[in-house]
């Protein structure tokens, strides 16, 4: 008999991991879960295929698949008013301590692919630089997501306490 999904499960996308990210314009839980009906229209809209259903057959936005571009289309194919155009996006880019250049490592591949300019090198001692993701200038596009060659970035909620290693932006 296959366990059924928790609420956490619901709030993670899944089993572990961190927090699911819902197509823009969901709102929070448990309200996305009890409107979706996991009907899919949102992940067929998205001209990016970065919506691709988890665990649960909620909706998620992956940005590991790329950038979201905040056309909304997604938002606008949702049939049930799981999405809609009032609900902020409330997802920040952030590094962890896997940042290369943190270790010494010449890395600038988020800073080039940040459209937003949102990431800053600052100089440090040593001669290295490390990157500042400026909080009112990053979209939470994602962007700079898959670029990054140490899988060192990832999207984190606003108004959340930041998570041990993890640098808010
Ligand atoms: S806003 Fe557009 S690019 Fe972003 S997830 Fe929705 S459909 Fe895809
Ligand atoms: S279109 Fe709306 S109801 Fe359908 S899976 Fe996406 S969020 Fe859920
Ligand atoms: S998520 Fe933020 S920091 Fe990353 S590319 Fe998009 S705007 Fe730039």
Redesign the pocket.
């Known amino acids: 008999m296959l366990d059924q999904p928790t609420r956490r499960d619901f709030l993670r996308g899944g089993r572990s991991g961190p927090p699911a990210i819902r197509p823009p314009g969901a709102g929070p839980e448990p309200g996305f879960s009890a409107l979706c009906t996991k009907c899919g229209d949102c992940e067929a809209a998205c001209p990016e295929a970065i919506i691709h259903r988890d665990a649960t057959g909620f909706p998620v936005v992956d940005p590991a698949r790329g950038?979201c571009t905040f056309c909304l289309a997604c938002t606008g194919a949702c049939p049930s008013g799981a999405l809609t155009e009032t609900a902020p996006w409330p997802w920040?880019?952030e590094a962890s301590e896997g940042c290369l250049a943190r270790h010494g490592v010449e890395c600038r591949a988020?800073e080039d692919?940040?459209?937003?300019s949102?990431?800053r090198f600052l100089p440090m001692l040593g001669g290295r630089s490390e990157p500042v993701?400026l909080r009112d200038?990053?979209?939470?596009?994602?962007?700079?997501?898959a670029p990054c060659p140490a899988g060192a970035?990832r999207?984190a909620p606003t108004g959340r306490p930041t998570e041990a290693g993890t640098t808010p932006?």
């Open positions: 950038a920040r880019a988020c692919h940040c459209d937003a949102a990431i993701f200038a990053c979209t939470g596009c994602g962007g700079c997501v970035i999207l932006c």
